[in-house]
């Protein structure tokens, strides 16, 4: 959740400011939260007010978009999607903007299983943004956080977007000299999803994704949340972007992680080990309470974790080769690479 808030702020500088490079200052005082992080805080208030039943998913996903939006009339809408969330009679209107897309992390993190993550992502989606292809850019995305907060290995998820979603059949270099701005599903979705599979860590993602250019804000707030679920996030990151949050996003974000626990982003003899953080119950009343509140719950859990050395098993040495394997094909397709 808190990595597409992340990577939203860090594009934020960078939508209409292109860079074609992944050196740049990481959050700096130019950086702002925009529509994505709050579309993002206001489907999960809706998940967080369904109790987890579900039925009613998507008239709490209109109320709670059209509720925590409308305080935030420039924060960077599209024309119709202004015109809806300002609308007394919100209906869709065949949408396949990214912004299908970019709002949905939180079905990943909620959802027990693949299906349900794909169930929660329709139902958020198909409200405004009910083009099949705006349906399609929402469901792989939030089926991406599903399987990297299960564990499920790069390789594995590459092969399931190239299966069921997109072809992965590019890199990042092949494209990034020719990528432009774009705002639909089909041409920022995959873009975003090889951001993640070409990283090395969660930093790395969100570079990874502002280098390319086009909608950089979008771009990188997708990429956030699958290598949050991958990686977790970096305690000092997080930290920093938590100050960019006023205190209604701030309390949304808590109130969700008070349910679904955040991950932690540990360097373990240089290289990225997930820690998960423990359950937490942050209720402060003011901005500043709930800061330092999630703070110091994060400085703990980060503080206190502990990174064991395994043996290695058979099959961890399978998927450990079979990775490498991966990174080896490129762009080839799997099928391809096998013969």
């Not at 969330?85 to 299983?113: D, H, L, Q, W």
């Not at 808590?254 to 953080?277: C, H, L, M, Q, R």
Request: charged share 25%.
């Amino acid at each position: 959740m808190i990595g597409a808030i992340i990577g939203d702020i860090v594009g934020s500088r960078f939508e209409w400011n292109n860079i074609k490079t992944k050196e740049f200052d990481f959050l700096t005082y130019r950086c702002e939260v925009t529509d994505d992080s709050i579309m993002s805080l206001a489907i999960a208030k809706a998940l967080l007010d369904s109790g987890g039943r579900y039925d009613d998913l998507g008239e709490l996903a209109v109320k709670s978009m059209q509720e925590i939006g409308r305080p935030y009339p420039n924060c960077g809408y599209g024309g119709m999607f202004r015109r809806w969330i300002y609308s007394e009679n919100p209906a869709p209107y065949n949408s396949f903007g990214n912004g299908a897309a970019m709002r949905v992390s939180a079905c990943g993190f909620a959802a027990k299983t693949a299906d349900e993550a794909i169930m929660l992502s329709r139902k958020v989606t198909e409200v405004s943004h009910d083009h099949p292809e705006g349906i399609k850019g929402a469901e792989a995305t939030a089926v991406c956080v599903f399987l990297a907060r299960t564990d499920k290995s790069i390789l594995e998820i590459r092969d399931y977007v190239d299966k069921h979603y997109y072809p992965m059949n590019f890199t990042l270099d092949g494209i990034r000299a020719g990528y432009r701005f774009n705002e639909t599903c089909q041409d920022t979705v995959p873009q975003a999803i090889m951001a993640f599979l070409e990283s090395s860590g969660f930093e790395d993602a969100i570079r990874n994704a502002i280098s390319i250019g086009g909608d950089s804000d979008t771009l990188a707030a997708i990429t956030g949340g699958i290598a949050e679920a991958y990686y977790g996030v970096p305690n000092e990151i997080r930290k920093h972007a938590l100050t960019f949050l006023d205190e209604r996003l701030l309390k949304i974000l808590t109130d969700f992680e008070n349910v679904y626990p955040p991950a932690f982003e540990k360097n373990v003899s240089e290289k990225p080990v997930k820690i998960n953080g423990r359950k937490r119950s942050i209720n402060g009343r003011t901005r500043e309470e709930i800061m330092q509140m999630s703070i110091s719950v994060s400085d703990e859990d980060y503080d206190t974790s502990q990174t064991a050395h395994e043996e290695t098993t058979s099959q961890k040495l399978f998927s450990h080769l079979f990775e490498s394997c991966n990174i080896l094909r490129g762009p080839i397709n799997q099928d391809e690479y096998k013969s």
